[in-house]
């Protein structure tokens, strides 16, 4: 099912309305959606280097609403409907683990690493941050820079290097994003054991 759904994205990359659909699936993917923003952008942005940047801001724009309707659901509707869309992706225990071990810091972070990483999946750290009432402010400004950076900085790699580099982060980026949250989790639980 899940290479359906992949596929199915793909597919959008080559349609007139891309654009839209690019909007779309970044705005359903911050809360409810399996397949990242990343699979239609990354098609787009080669087929169109000229409009990368443009592409970047859609999908950034598009998946801070997208995060802000997640935190909604979380703090809102829970039961009724975050709930089981987490059960249903098979998050729900993930959600619950990291529920119980989550603070103002924890979420803070969770919310940069799944920006730039997707590691915790977005979905499942936008509706923690509504369940655990994380202030929305603070919520929406790293969603703006997580986001953000992840989509203008594919941006910039793909105008610069074009085709070569969408294979090496098709192959790559998880593993290098994986890291780079690895790096940012140890430089926090380093500085909140210091103090």
Same mark, same amino acid.
Request: hydrophobic fraction near 60%; aromatic fraction near 14%; charge should be positive.
């Given at each position: 099912?899940?290479?359906?759904?992949?596929?199915?994205?793909?597919?959008?990359? /080559?349609?007139?309305?891309?654009?839209?659909?690019?909007?779309?699936?970044?705005?359903?993917?911050?809360?409810?959606?399996?397949?990242?923003?990343?699979?239609?952008?990354?098609?787009? /942005?080669?087929?169109?280097?000229?409009?990368?940047?443009?592409?970047?801001?859609?999908?950034?724009?598009?998946?801070?609403?997208?995060?802000? /309707?997640?935190?909604?659901?979380?703090?809102?509707?829970?039961?009724?409907?975050?709930?089981?869309?987490?059960?249903?992706?098979?998050?729900?225990?993930?959600?619950?683990?990291?529920?119980?071990?989550?603070?103002?810091?924890?979420?803070?972070?969770?919310?940069?690493?799944?920006?730039? /990483?997707?590691?915790?999946?977005?979905?499942?750290?936008?509706?923690?941050?509504?369940?655990?009432?994380?202030?929305?402010?603070?919520?929406?400004?790293?969603?703006?820079?997580?986001?953000?950076?992840?989509?203008?900085?594919?941006?910039?790699?793909?105008?610069?290097?074009?085709?070569?580099?969408?294979?090496?982060?098709?192959?790559?980026?998880?593993?290098?994003?994986?890291?780079?949250?690895?790096?940012?989790?140890?430089?926090?639980?380093?500085?909140?054991?210091?103090?």
């Amino acid at each position: 099912m899940l290479r359906r759904i992949y596929d199915w994205t793909l597919s959008l990359a /080559a349609r007139k309305s891309a654009e839209w659909w690019l909007a779309f699936i970044a705005f359903i993917e911050s809360s409810i959606f399996l397949v990242p923003a990343d699979v239609l952008y990354l098609p787009m /942005a080669l087929s169109r280097p000229d409009r990368a940047y443009r592409y970047a801001i859609v999908a950034t724009v598009a998946s801070v609403l997208g995060g802000i /309707a997640g935190w909604f659901l979380g703090h809102y509707a829970f039961e009724a409907i975050a709930r089981p869309v987490l059960e249903f992706y098979g998050k729900y225990d993930a959600f619950e683990e990291l529920k119980i071990a989550s603070g103002t810091g924890i979420i803070l972070l969770m919310l940069v690493t799944s920006g730039l /990483a997707h590691l915790p999946p977005i979905k499942v750290v936008t509706i923690l941050a509504g369940v655990v009432g994380f202030p929305l402010g603070w919520f929406i400004l790293s969603a703006i820079v997580a986001r953000g950076a992840r989509f203008l900085v594919l941006a910039w790699l793909l105008k610069t290097y074009g085709e070569p580099i969408r294979l090496f982060i098709e192959e790559r980026l998880g593993l290098l994003a994986g890291l780079a949250a690895g790096v940012l989790i140890l430089m926090y639980v380093f500085v909140r054991y210091l103090h």
